[in-house]
Every structure is written in structure tokens, then in C-alpha cells.
């Protein structure tokens, strides 16, 4: 699902009992075990390049942890091309640069959504220094006030070879889930992916790999391989 072609799709939400929203509590599974008894609850979505499912993703894992009667909080963090407040509002909305940059209080800018339990903090106005606006302490402050509000948070970001950002805040989550698409991106780009994300000491749980060929009916969410996996 590209981000550039069409609006993400909330698979989750209008085909409960498919085989790909299946799939996605499968990933919120094994994220878990992912988790090797650590308390994993902002969980970053990151990829090499642009049109690998990222926010498809980010936003269908999160209305799965919804869907298991969590307070869960979806944080558009790509202040570069927004696409997670705009799957669920209006655009224009008051968001995460607002708040960072002190013209906005996160309690206004976080809307809840039609499912229950699940919240949505868009990335607001964009920016014109995305990448020091996600490194500042006010992030920080700001995911420790979450993580104390929300059970989980899951967080979108640019690509992550073409930008900082995907690093920075990967840097502040518990842990990074990396989505590929198969026949889109190289396995070279996703080593380097990891290796830079490893770099800032993020904790990689794992990888999904999307439209593989063992499902090529719909896109394909299924593929999951945890961490220590052979996703290099």
C-alpha cells in the first residue's frame, strides 16, 4: 500500500475477519514475545524508502491493540508528508509540531476516533526542521507523558534512509517494528535500515514483510520475523 497513491487503508476496522487483519494481531503477538519480557509500549514503524505499507501498517496495528481493549494512541510523527491524522480527519489539524514548538497543548490536538479506545495525535503544521523538532527534549517529554497516559503508543516516520527522523525517534521508542515490501525495496536497504536504527540504540522487534508472494490476493501483512530473525 503506497502512501503516494492512495490514502492508507484501515484494514482492521472494515474487514475484521480477514485473513490480513488476522495477520495484524498475529504482528501484535509476536511483538510481545518480541519484547523478551521487557515492557515495549511506544513502538515505532519504520522503513527504508517510501511505499512499503509504513503507515498502513503503523495505523492497522494500532486498531488491533484497540480491538484487544487497549488505550492506544497512533502519533504521526512524519512532519515531512503526514498521512495518519488525514486516514481518520480532516486535514489541518493542530498536532505533534504544534505541541513541540509550544503552540499547542496536547490534549486539545489528540482526537479520539470512531474505535473505541484508539486516539490519533496528528503530525500537525509541517515544519521547516523536522529532524531537531523530534530530537528536542520536548519529544521527550512529551513520549513520557504518553507512555504514562496510553497502554501502547504506536508511532509513523518518514523513510528512514532518506531522513533522520525514523533514527531520532526510534532512539526514544522501546522498540522498532521494520516493514518491508517485497519486489519494492532491496534487502541492502533494509540492512542498512537496521544497522542505522541499531546505531542509536534502538531495539529492533522484529520485521514484516509485506505482499509477499505467498499471499499475492491482497496485500500481505502475514510474514513476520521476530527478533534475531533473518530479515537482512
Not at 511505499?51 to 504521526?76: C, F, H, M, P, W
Request: hydrophobic fraction near 40%.
Amino acid at each position: 500500500m503506497s502512501r503516494e497513491t492512495s490514502k492508507p487503508r484501515q484494514i482492521a476496522k472494515a474487514n475484521p475477519g480477514s485473513s490480513v487483519s488476522e495477520s495484524f494481531k498475529k504482528l501484535r503477538t509476536n511483538i510481545r514475545f518480541s519484547s523478551m519480557g521487557q515492557a515495549v509500549k511506544v513502538i515505532l514503524v519504520a522503513s527504508a524508502v517510501t511505499g512499503e505499507g509504513r503507515t498502513t501498517t503503523a495505523i492497522n496495528l494500532a486498531i488491533s491493540y484497540a480491538q484487544e481493549n487497549k488505550n492506544v494512541l497512533l502519533l504521526d510523527a512524519d512532519l515531512r508528508r503526514p498521512a495518519v491524522g488525514t486516514a481518520f480527519f480532516r486535514a489541518g489539524r493542530t498536532g505533534l509540531s504544534d505541541i513541540l514548538i509550544r503552540q499547542g497543548q496536547a490534549q486539545d490536538a489528540i482526537q479520539q476516533t470512531d474505535i473505541p479506545g484508539l486516539y490519533v495525535l496528528p503530525a500537525g503544521t509541517v515544519p521547516p526542521n523536522p529532524s531537531e523538532l523530534l530530537g528536542s527534549e520536548a519529544m521527550r517529554e512529551l513520549l513520557e507523558s504518553l507512555k504514562a497516559q496510553f497502554d501502547v503508543v504506536i508511532v509513523d516516520s518518514p523513510p528512514a534512509l532518506s531522513f533522520a527522523d525514523a533514527q531520532i525517534v526510534g532512539a526514544m521508542s522501546d522498540g522498532v517494528v521494520l516493514v518491508a515490501r517485497s519486489g519494492k525495496v532491496t534487502k541492502e536497504a533494509v540492512r542498512r535500515t537496521r544497522l542505522g536504527l541499531e546505531h542509536v540504540g534502538a531495539h529492533i522487534l522484529g520485521a514484516v514483510l509485506n505482499n509477499s508472494s505467498r499471499n499475492r490476493v491482497e496485500s500481505s501483512y502475514a510474514n513476520y520475523y521476530g527478533h534475531g530473525g533473518d530479515y537482512t
